[in-house]
């Protein structure tokens, strides 16, 4: 079960899946015949993989916050009943 923790943590939990996406999409641009170089391809997934590890770190620091602004609203709203009786 070592072995898989660090797939599971934060964004590294989505690189099996980037990787397998990856190789997909390398090996149909290579079969496909394009005139676009599949290394310039290869840059594009690389940029957009970083691009949405970013995004998923922004997304996880944005539903922490709304975590905490949640449990914060419970607080005073007990304090509020608390006051009122």
Known sequence: STANAPEDDGPNRYSRTERTTYSRYSRDANSSGSSVP????????????????????????????????????????????????
């Open 38 to 85: 599949s290394n310039t391809l290869e840059k594009r997934i690389e940029e957009l993989e970083r691009e949405l590890a970013k995004e998923r770190q922004e997304n996880v620091r944005l539903m922490k916050m709304t975590q905490d602004k949640e449990e914060l609203i419970g607080k005073l709203k007990e304090e509020i009943d608390l006051l009122n009786r």
